[in-house]
């Protein structure tokens, strides 16, 4: 079976990388372009630690064939910082200690940015909806609940 050359704009530079037709995102991006920060946890969608954006929207990186990305833009947690200087939902995970094993984090980073981008003032309801395919077994979910609103704040300020 031959590969497929993908053409495609990840964390806002051009990418090109050659897969199996059957590649998911997530193997494709740690495996062919060396984007190891998304991370697998169930290879099912069930559990967010493998959280990318699609042209803006959030999706699961396990569940898209890589080659549906071409000609698209995906935003890894490694795009979400901006040079030295962590995003807020990433200093506001660590202010109030909404990591642990790390895992998780990536996931929860891209979903909370996600949010914040749509909904700059999310109610804490919205916050736990939002994040809500997205599973932690270390933290618990109130510090990275308060983490994101805190961003939010800081956003908006």
């Not at 060396?34 to 699961?60: I, N």
Request: glycine share 8%.
């Amino acid at each position: 079976m031959s590969k497929l050359h993908v053409e495609t704009i990840i964390n806002g530079e051009p990418v090109e990388f050659l897969c199996e037709p059957h590649t998911s995102l997530l193997d494709a991006l740690r495996n062919e372009v060396g984007l190891t920060g998304t991370k697998e946890g169930c290879a099912t969608g069930d559990c967010g630690a493998c959280s990318v954006t699609l042209d803006g929207r959030l999706v699961c990186s396990c569940l898209v064939v890589a080659a549906e990305v071409a000609g698209h833009e995906v935003t890894t947690v490694e795009g979400v910082a901006e040079a030295e200087q962590l995003h807020p939902v990433q200093q506001k995970l660590l202010e109030h200690a909404g990591l642990q094993c790390g895992i998780c984090t990536p996931g929860f980073v891209v979903a909370a940015k996600a949010l914040l981008d749509r909904t700059p003032d999310p109610s804490e309801t919205e916050v736990r909806y939002w994040l809500a395919g997205n599973l932690c077994r270390c933290t618990g979910y109130d510090k990275i609940v308060r983490a994101v609103l805190d961003a939010a704040a800081e956003l908006r300020a």
